[in-house]
């Protein structure tokens, strides 16, 4: 089926320290999504983003929290400074539409 | 608050088993309920789809069931397989929103041969 790429996998950083995730959305797709799944509890909404703008954000997408898809690359999702309390899995997904949403494999990020 | 609660939290099933997961919500205007399957390391994979204007959905061996006036839905396994042991996420999304999915706890089920 479609892919979602996402790079890193895995990322260990100092707290207070930048974080850029990476995601690869499949090729034609225009919606875009970051979910957050803390260690065996259920993925929660971060934000999503169609048409270079963000159409909802959730409670959790903090200040520190930043997103954006230059150019049609990388959709990213920044992290200005990291705290204690980022560390998850972050989830991209994308979709052609308002339909089924197509997820990468997540990066793991730890905050030390 | 829980918008969408799933039970039970993990199940073992015997191969050859049916398996039942269950899911309950509160808002009424949920219309759309996906049942997505993930793998350790991976990402969840959409498995089954349900509309609120449905009650049953089937594809091959997974089974959604949909109660509006319960605000219940469902998904059997039947003749489970080893292969099925995943995390099983229930999940909704509402009419007219910007396609955000709210999900479930999730289910660690484990099918042993």
């Known amino acids: 089926g479609p892919k979602v790429l996402q790079i890193p996998s895995h990322q260990i950083i100092d707290m207070g320290q930048m974080v850029t995730l990476n995601c690869d959305p499949v090729s034609n797709h225009l919606y875009f999504y970051w979910y957050k799944q803390i260690l065996g509890q259920q993925m929660e909404f971060l934000v999503n983003f169609y048409n270079g703008k963000v159409m909802e954000k959730s409670k959790l997408f903090k200040d520190q929290f930043s997103v954006e898809r230059p150019d049609g690359s990388y959709f990213t999702l920044k992290i200005q400074p990291t705290a204690l309390e980022d560390s998850a899995v972050y989830f991209c997904?994308?979709?052609?539409?308002?339909?089924?949403?197509?997820f990468g494999e997540g990066s793991r990020l730890i905050v030390v | 608050q829980q918008q969408v609660r799933q039970s039970p939290q993990s199940l073992t099933v015997w191969e050859g088993g049916t398996t039942v997961l269950t899911c309950s919500y509160e808002d009424s205007t949920f219309n759309y309920f996906p049942w997505y399957q993930q793998f350790p390391g991976e990402g969840p994979a959409l498995l089954i789809s349900?509309?609120?204007?449905?009650d049953k959905k089937e594809d091959g061996r997974f089974t959604t069931f949909f109660n509006k006036r319960e605000k219940k839905l469902s998904l059997h396994i039947i003749d489970s397989q080893p292969g099925d042991s995943a995390t099983y996420f229930c999940a909704a999304r509402r009419t007219g929103g910007n396609n955000k999915l709210t999900f479930g706890q999730g289910t660690v089920l484990s099918v042993i041969p």
């Open positions: 997904a994308s979709s052609l539409r308002r339909n089924t949403l197509y």
């Open positions: 349900i509309l609120s204007v449905s």
